[in-house]
């Protein structure tokens, strides 16, 4: 084709093509003007789909009572209309009673991220989640659900986990509580247990000393305690409960003890009355910080409970030192013991002996001791088993009573002497100011009801032989020495005295208090014996004490040295019992906070053999003398939520001020004669320093919705 071809031939392709270009504009133009021709439209753009997300991911878990704020972000929400908030949880699905926890909107969400509600939030702005302030279980799942505003079908979930503070409790603890049943027989628990840091008890071993309600008898109890069943639960206030479930034994059934935190190696125990045992006891948990080796050397001994050997049973008190001189032997060298029982009020040194048998897996011994208690220094058997803490701190329990027979069913400590065994020798292995308190049973008109003699004192010993600067506060709940016919005698006055340390060095050291001002009617003579363990401030004598003819009692504890600051300020708990006659014994756990002259807490207490949670208390104290003395008072309280049961409707009280964390109050109103403080009812407690139970705890806040705790079950 030549060139004038080709020209032509493009030319005509070219007119066609706009030809059709043409027509293509003529009917479109023409559909706009309402032409009814059949027009394939292209597509509509696609629209991007909305998505939610956090930034970041909230973390995995959150403790009880603890915050966290969570951020998500909403895509491609051209409305730009935010978040909606929502939780569930597997106890409470709705959410309808806050059980999965609560949001709140922040204090500082920051520029653009106000808003009037705490279920919504701009996109990319925080709301704070707050975990609930206490749970049914160790731990609970709770989805916290971010839904987009503008079509809630979009929407992003994060479970969390709540946890409790278990791990906080873990390792071989071993605990110890003593108290009295609804028919004032001797309740009284030892034992170890394992505690895994999840909430479970792993293993253990216990004995109990009580009234069987099968047979009625009063016997001890050795059991093997299994895990299943067997569990802990600690909150984020330091109140929790241990459950425990012996052995084959469906005389004592399943065990619950409430505590208050202390820190990870100690905390205060009350045991819960249960369906088979109305009880009430108070106590100690303390951390078994290795494997236990075999004691050896001096350890004083104070025990305290009820004597079976003789009928009828009779309040008993005995002490002393035993020496374990050689492998498992107590060769009666260097050991002594002395014993108070009933009217028999004049304690004179005994001897002891006996065998001692290497610790078991959990650190329990058994001394199988014998002591001239007898008509003319007769020797008289009796068996104890110990749960070793550490080599200078055993929590004994008598296990002699078997079939109803037995020497008796007592409770005490035993403290190590170490290296200062055998060297109390004179005068000068007693001095320093001490402070002690003394729990025991008022023996007046035939009563034998325990924990109706409380006493609380302070004084000085010299290093020569003199006591000075005494004080003390000693009630006797049953006694009507001084107001007959009406019960309650009160003894409350300045005392100075002497002291004589054995020669032997055993520790056994006899106190003579004297000049009582005001002078107690009738006069006042107690015999007081002393059982030295060192001459630092951490080496705490044990004391023996028992009355005379016209203040008989029977009683037994510990006295400490004071030292430091004696200040009264901070976060502490403490363990209590009270007792007013007629009604029985209440035992107690509580934290408190003091400041200022105040101080406020709440507790868990037995009231009746009935547990009551979350009793509100406050209190108010003077600021305490050179002495450590403060006077003050502990006021039951109803804040809307609670009306308190405990310390109603106010107790006078006295603390004794050990150290800046270390303490005894006692309650002063048993005779009072101005109502209504007088209560007839007297109460002896101690308290000691807690801390957070985890970092970022605090430990003085308490939930606004006060909630009972609930022991796990498995």
Request: hydrophobic share 35%; glycine share 12%.
């Amino acid at each position: 084709m030549g060139h004038i071809e080709r020209w032509r031939w493009t030319v005509a392709i070219t007119r066609w093509i706009l030809f059709l270009l043409a027509a293509v504009l003529s009917a479109g133009l023409a559909g706009c003007g309402g032409s009814t021709a059949n027009v394939q439209n292209p597509p509509p753009p696609v629209q991007t789909q909305i998505t939610v997300a956090f930034s970041p991911q909230p973390a995995p878990t959150v403790a009880v009572s603890f915050s966290e704020n969570v951020i998500a972000v909403v895509s491609n929400d051209s409305s730009n209309e935010g978040v909606d908030w929502s939780l569930t949880c597997s106890v409470d699905p709705k959410n309808q009673q806050g059980l999965c926890g609560s949001f709140s909107v922040p204090a500082n969400a920051g520029s653009g991220c106000t808003s009037d509600t705490s279920k919504h939030t701009a996109s990319g702005c925080p709301i704070t989640y707050n975990a609930p302030a206490s749970l049914n279980s160790n731990s609970m799942v709770v989805e916290i659900v971010a839904l987009s505003t503008a079509n809630n079908t979009d929407n992003a979930v994060a479970p969390i986990t709540v946890t409790t503070f278990n791990n906080t409790l873990a390792g071989t603890y071993v605990l110890q509580a003593s108290g009295v049943d609804s028919s004032f027989n001797p309740y009284e628990f030892a034992g170890v247990v394992v505690l895994d840091g999840q909430g479970d008890v792993t293993g253990g071993e216990q004995t109990v000393n009580f009234a069987d309600p099968a047979t009625g008898l009063l016997v001890t109890r050795q059991d093997g305690i299994i895990a299943s069943g067997s569990g802990y639960f600690l909150g984020s206030d330091g109140r929790g409960t241990i459950t425990l479930n012996p052995n084959n034994d469906t005389d004592i059934g399943t065990e619950v003890f409430s505590f208050v935190f202390l820190s990870d190696s100690q905390a205060f125990i009350s045991a819960q009355p249960t369906n088979n045992l109305s009880i009430s006891a108070a106590g100690t948990l303390d951390l078994q910080p290795s494997a236990p080796l075999a004691p050896a050397g001096g350890y004083a001994f104070v025990m305290n409970g009820l004597g079976i050997a003789k009928s009828p049973a009779s309040p008993l008190a005995f002490g002393g030192v035993f020496n374990i001189d050689s492998a498992n032997t107590i060769s009666g060298n260097g050991s002594v013991a002395d014993e108070i029982l009933a009217k028999k009020l004049n304690a004179s040194a005994a001897t002891l002996s006996g065998t001692v048998t290497s610790p078991d897996a959990y650190g329990a011994v058994t001394l199988n001791l014998s002591a001239g208690f007898g008509a003319n220094g007769k020797a008289t058997p009796f068996q104890l088993t110990g749960y070793i803490i550490d080599s200078t701190h055993i929590k004994l329990i008598e296990t002699d009573a078997t079939a109803g027979t037995g020497f008796g069913l007592t409770a005490g400590i035993a403290a190590g002497q170490g290296p200062s065994t055998g060297s109390f020798v004179d005068n000068t292995a007693f001095s320093g100011t001490y402070v002690f308190g003394v729990l025991g049973t008022d023996l007046s008109n035939s009563n034998l009801a325990p924990a109706t003699l409380t006493e609380a004192a302070v004084v000085s010993a010299d290093g020569s032989g003199s006591l000075n600067s005494g004080y003390t506060d000693t009630f006797l709940a049953v006694n009507t020495i001084q107001q007959n016919p009406v019960s309650g005698a009160q003894i409350s006055a300045s005392f100075n005295g002497t002291f004589a340390v054995d020669a032997t060095g055993t520790g056994r050291t006899v106190l003579t208090v004297a000049n009582f001002n005001p002078a107690p009617k009738k006069g006042y003579q107690p015999v007081l014996i002393a059982y030295l363990t060192g001459s630092g401030s951490a080496d705490n004598p044990l004391v023996l004490e028992g009355g005379d003819s016209h203040y008989p009692s029977v009683g037994s504890g510990i006295a400490y040295q004071q030292s430091g600051a004696l200040t009264f300020s901070g976060d502490y708990g403490f363990n209590f019992t009270q007792e007013q006659s007629g009604t029985g014994e209440n035992d107690g756990t509580a934290p408190m906070s003091a400041s200022a002259g105040t101080l406020a807490g709440y507790a868990d207490v037995d009231l009746g053999f009935s547990e009551n949670t979350d009793q509100p208390f406050t209190g108010t104290f003077a600021s305490p003398a050179t002495n450590g003395l403060s006077k003050g008072t502990l006021v039951g309280t109803n804040n809307n939520v609670v009306t308190s049961v405990v310390f109603t409707p106010q107790i006078g009280v006295d603390y004794y001020v050990i150290d800046s964390g270390h303490g005894f109050f006692i309650e002063t109103d048993l005779i009072n004669a101005q109502a209504p403080e007088q209560t007839g009812q007297v109460s002896l407690g101690y308290w000691a320093p807690r801390t957070p139970v985890c970092d970022g705890c605090q430990v003085s806040e308490r939930s606004k919705e006060m909630k009972t705790k609930e022991t796990k079950h498995r």
